[in-house]
């Protein structure tokens, strides 16, 4: 569960000094937290079909997790299980309530249409934050305000930096505007209270956000706090802080839980560090933030995160494929974790890269060349994709679109995280 979630599913006792194995290759975990997500799924023909048991609103969190895991693999039950869960948002929140986890979803199953730019999912999205500004009193900054009376400030940013990712994928005619309430709302989050607030994971799914639209963030001086109100932490801080802020919360090594993310910006608290969202949304805030600015290099703490994140994934403890809300220390399991941890561990898996050397160059384009113009890729049960990959937007045939994406990639290299 997100630690801010009131009602919990409990599986047991607590994990110290139990057997448990983990998962300890980026691949195996995706695939092993994904396939428990399928074999739970809410199935066809069902009540709330489509979401997942006691978690039907975090069905936006899962989705994403199961895409990933589909371009990896091109495993087909995976899309069919993350169309199911869209058309189970869809029927619940269309056309003008959606959370911000939903509508990032419903963006990310529009990537893999045939038509990225024009598609029903993308279409949806478009309409929804249409809709707010011209139906929700006060238009898309009543929407915003209204998290300030409705939520903690961790809730809230949580789901602005979604709505942030998907406003801006659908070009939305507000987006700048909800950029500017996530920063908003950011600033009202702090230490003071370690019941509802979480500071570090909400720094991290803001930076995460705020990296990837708008102006760069690496080259934006503004202050995050240019007057009064928010909390004495964000007092002097430049956007450009953000991702050196977020570094400075990794749990170094010789730590208890190295590579994760502490908990508060106080590193106090017991645990202090471990938590599965904090380590996810802080992976992923230096990842966006390691993209936006070339001139830094985040390589050492991204991988630092790499050598511990398949580890949240355990494989005999009591089945496989189950995600705790703790690395060690936590008894208590749910399947949006699951999906938010692959989407970190995703990172991880570079597209275009198909011979896995780590970098999309000569080698992978000498493999793509032998396989042009091939149709009827698909999935093979004993090797995954079939045409070694080639087909990288997973239409079945290997041509200019994926020779596009292949350029867009091109000479991008993974971690090099030995």
């Known amino acids: 569960m997100k630690k801010w979630v009131l009602v919990c599913v409990s599986v047991g006792s607590l994990l110290v000094g139990s057997v448990a194995v ?36 975090f069905t936006g969190s ?5 895409l990933e895991t589909y371009r990896v693999t091109c495993n087909p039950d995976y899309l069919d299980a993350a169309e199911l869960a869209a058309e189970y948002i869809i029927g619940l929140g269309y056309p003008g309530w959606f959370y911000g986890d939903e509508t990032y979803s419903l963006t990310r199953l529009s990537e893999f249409a045939e038509d990225p730019g024009d598609n029903y999912w993308r279409t949806v999205v478009s309409g929804f934050y249409d809709w707010i500004r011209t139906n929700e009193p006060g238009g898309t900054v009543g929407y915003i305000n209204a998290y300030y009376q409705g939520t903690t400030p961790s809730v809230a940013v949580f789901y602005m930096a979604h709505h942030v990712m998907a406003a801006y994928y659908v070009d939305a005619e507000d ?14 989050v702090g230490d003071d209270d370690e019941d509802i607030e979480y500071p570090v994971m909400s720094l991290g799914i803001a930076v995460w956000a705020l990296a990837q639209t708008g102006p760069c963030l690496a080259e934006d001086t503004s202050l995050v706090k240019p007057g009064a109100g928010g909390q004495p932490y964000w007092q002097s801080v430049k956007m450009q802080d953000l991702p050196g802020l977020l570094l400075g919360h990794q749990v170094p090594d010789g730590q208890d839980y190295a590579g994760t993310f502490y908990w508060r910006f106080g590193h106090d608290g017991l645990p202090t560090s471990g938590y599965t969202e904090d380590a996810v949304y802080g992976t992923l805030g230096l990842v966006a933030a390691d993209a936006d600015d070339p001139g830094t290099d985040y390589s050492s703490a991204i991988c630092a995160a790499k050598a511990v994140l398949p580890q949240f994934v355990y494989v005999e403890y009591p089945g496989g494929g189950i995600v705790y809300d703790h690395l060690s220390e936590g008894a208590i399991a749910q399947y949006h974790y699951s999906g938010e941890l692959i989407q970190a561990l995703s990172a991880y898996k570079l597209l275009g890269d198909i011979d896995d050397s780590g970098c999309v160059n000569v080698g992978d384009l000498a493999i793509f060349a032998s396989y042009w113009l091939t149709t009827g890729c698909t999935y093979d049960s004993e ?9 990288l937007n997973l239409d079945g045939r290997v041509d200019l679109h994926d020779f596009a994406i292949l350029s867009h990639q091109w000479l991008k290299c993974s971690w090099n995280c030995g």
């Open 383 to 391: 090797g995954g994709c079939t045409c070694e990959g080639t087909d």
């Open 62 to 66: 899962i989705l994403p997790g199961l």
């Open 175 to 188: 987006k700048a505007i909800w950029r500017d309430g996530l920063v908003k709302h950011l600033i009202e």
């Open 22 to 57: 983990q998962a300890d290759s980026v691949q195996d975990a995706m695939i092993l937290a994904a396939s428990k997500l399928v074999d739970d799924q809410i199935p066809e023909g069902q009540l709330e079909a489509g979401a997942w048991p006691a978690e039907t609103g």
